[in-house]
């Protein structure tokens, strides 16, 4: 099967979209958390469990044996069937009578969201060379912060003005026709098509990838520094509505415009851009891309110490703009360089792999720690604990993750060369 230039195009169109509603059902939480919080009168440690720990503990853990699928199945059909569950847990958030029931809905919605991103990135690497690779991802990621955009705009005025219920309502129904464009319209790319290997049919096991993935040092640190930066980001998307709402006094309808427009603009430039610059300094050698995710990661570092010490709001949402471009560079290059170190059937288990821990220690923990550290420093700060937890967690975090990517430039030549080793390994029984 080929595949033309505008039928890449669509089919990387769809996946955004599709990536678009992922971020869309799973952020908006975040804007309705004030509401939440107001109506269950639950602590910050139980809205951090809420946004971070019940969902990335499913979200991650069945990534991995839906992923195995991804290696052996149709992945567009696999992408449609998790399409539509997700869609139906988030509308089924709407009817939560308690926190309870709302965690558990939260948790369907992170059941079926671990089914798109293997499979979806599996197939764009199929469609896409390793030179454009980053760029395509990138493109994909644009998803993240178009659905976070979307979430923080429709969530922030729709719970202000009609109910944080109702919100769940309309950005889950229209997922199901989604699945229904997925699954009628989409092709299922020849595996090993963007670069001309030959695909054997081996089908290897989780523990064989894992044992694969162990083997390249790069690997190591692109997981631990993708993890740092997601515990950052996590925290930041699931508690910074809350502290602006908190320390400057705004109103949740202002806080969804403002974030929504930063968070989907600038967010978008540094999926997007971060993707185009890595394939670009690639020229020269893959580790200067994740040397350029390095040095991003550091100048939104420096720029955390005036979003958490300025009070004035809208100077805070200025200089926001900054870390949100540059933090975000490190996700598209990330997974464009894992896709490349493995074998063809490796692909969609090796993206699982890397989101467990990307998700295991980011979206796990980060709300979760956060929300902990504000009610630790209440005595102390009041009404100020957040903005506090979230510098703290931020300027520690950050720094860390720049030195693993910057380790890791430094071993993924040789691992990206020993890519067709994994062709070689036992297939699975």
């Known amino acids: 099967m080929t595949f033309s230039r505008a039928a890449r195009r669509y089919t990387l169109g769809v996946l955004v979209i599709v990536y678009t509603f992922n971020f869309i059902d799973r952020q908006i939480l975040a804007i309705l958390l004030p509401a939440i919080r107001a109506e269950f009168g639950v602590d910050d440690w139980v809205l951090g469990f809420l946004a971070g720990s019940a969902f990335a503990l499913f979200y991650a853990t069945l990534g991995v044996p839906i992923a195995l699928l991804g290696d052996r199945l149709n992945r567009r059909n ?20 308690n926190i309870v029931y709302l965690t558990l809905a939260r948790i369907g919605v992170g059941v079926g969201e671990a089914g798109f991103s293997p499979p979806a990135h599996s197939i764009i690497s199929d469609l896409y060379p390793p030179k ?14 178009l659905g976070i955009m979307l979430a923080y705009l429709a969530g922030g005025w729709v719970a202000q003005n009609i109910g944080w219920r109702e919100a769940f309502y309309m950005v889950g129904i229209p997922g199901l026709l989604l699945a229904l464009l997925v699954r009628f319209t989409l092709k299922e790319p020849q595996r090993g098509m963007s670069e001309g290997r030959a695909d054997t049919g081996d089908r290897a096991s989780i523990t064989t990838v894992a044992q694969f993935l162990l083997k390249r040092r790069s690997f190591h640190h692109l997981a631990i520094g993708s993890g740092l930066a997601s515990f950052n980001g996590y925290a930041v998307i699931s508690f910074f509505p809350s502290f602006m709402a908190r320390s400057h006094g705004m109103s949740i309808a202002e806080i969804g415009v403002y974030l929504g427009l930063i968070i989907g603009i600038a967010g978008g430039v540094g999926f997007a851009g971060g993707g185009y610059v890595a394939d670009r300094a690639a020229k020269w050698g893959y580790k200067y891309s994740l040397w350029v995710v390095s040095v991003a990661t550091l100048v939104a570092w420096v720029f955390l110490f005036p979003v958490y010490l300025l009070n004035n709001p809208y100077w805070v949402l200025v200089f926001f703009v900054v870390p949100t471009v540059f933090s975000n560079f490190y996700l598209a290059t990330t997974f464009a360089q894992v896709q490349g170190m493995v074998g063809l059937r490796m692909r969609a288990v090796a993206s699982a792999l890397l989101l467990f821990l990307l998700n295991i220690i980011g979206l796990g923990f980060g709300p979760q720690v956060t929300g902990i550290l504000s009610d630790a420093l209440r005595d102390i700060a009041a009404d100020e604990s957040l903005r506090y937890s979230l510098m703290a967690v931020g300027l520690i975090t950050t720094p860390w993750s720049a030195f693993h990517y910057y380790r890791a430039g430094r071993f993924i030549e040789d691992d990206l060369a020993r890519a067709d080793e994994g062709a070689s390994c036992p297939a699975a029984s």
């Open 132 to 145: 454009e690779r980053s760029t395509a991802m990138g493109i994909l990621t644009l998803g993240i912060s």
């Open 78 to 97: 696999l992408i449609a069937v998790a399409v539509a569950i997700w869609s139906g847990m988030t509308a089924i958030s709407g009817v939560a009578g």
